[in-house]
Each structure stands twice: as C-alpha cells, then as structure tokens.
Nanobody, 123 residues
Framework: QVQLVESGGGLVQARGSLRLSCAAS????????MGWYRQAPGKQRELVAA???????NYGDSVKGRFTISRDNTKNTVDLQMNSLKPEDTAVYYC?????????????????WGQGTQVTVSS
C-alpha cells in the first residue's frame, strides 16, 4: 500500500507562484511515475504534469511553460513549481503515483491518489 500526502496549496494572487509537494510512503518496491492532476468544480480531472523515475516529463497544454515538475527518487517525493498563476488554475490538485508492489506472490503495479490540496488563484 502507498500513501500520498500533498502539501503547499493555498491562496495566491494571479501572476504569483506556489510550490506543491507530495510524499509517498508505505510498502512498495518502487514508484515508476508520479504526477499531478487537478479538478475544478464542475470540471473533469485533468493532467497537470507527470514525471517518470528516469526524469521524463509530460505537461498538460494549459500549464506548459509555467509549471515545472520534479522528483527526488531517494525521498519518494514529487514537487510542482507553479509560476505565473492564473485564476483558471484554481482547482484541487491531486498527487498520483504508480507503484510496483508484491501482492500474493506476484509483482503488480497499482495507481494511488493523494487526498488533494486546494489551490485558489485570485484575480
């Protein structure tokens, strides 16, 4: 089992910055990829950014050039640096990870989600 805990959300003015952090803990062999998704009220959950253990990244179109994802494989953490924030970035941000575990004598990869952290960008 993997537990993901996010931190760093809050209220910020437009054009400001925030840094979100997520820490993974529990029993697992390794985490292959970690990422951030967000969901605004009445909207679908969307990809913000993702990063593999090797450092390859993928960003949602709406945040390219403004957000940067990074991770520390030793600490099992992933951060999201958010710059030039816009009111439309307001959402609950969720950390996710796919972890390799041993379940009933077989290796399997499971996806986990954090509880979410609120980011509100005022105009």
């Amino acid at each position: 089992q993997v537990q993901l805990v996010e931190s760093g959300g809050g209220l910020v003015q437009a054009r400001g910055s925030l840094r979100l952090s997520c820490a993974a803990s529990g029993s697992f062999f390794r985490i292959n990829a970690m990422g951030w998704y967000r969901q605004a009220p009445g909207k679908q959950r969307e990809l913000v950014a993702a990063i593999t253990s090797g450092g390859s990244t993928n960003y949602g179109d709406s945040v390219k050039g403004r957000f940067t994802i990074s991770r520390d494989n030793t600490k099992n953490t992933v951060d999201l640096q958010m710059n030039s924030l816009k009111p439309e970035d307001t959402a609950v941000y969720y950390c996710n990870a796919d972890a390799v575990e041993s379940v009933r004598s077989r290796w399997t990869t499971n996806i986990y989600w954090g509880q979410g952290t609120q980011v509100t960008v005022s105009s």
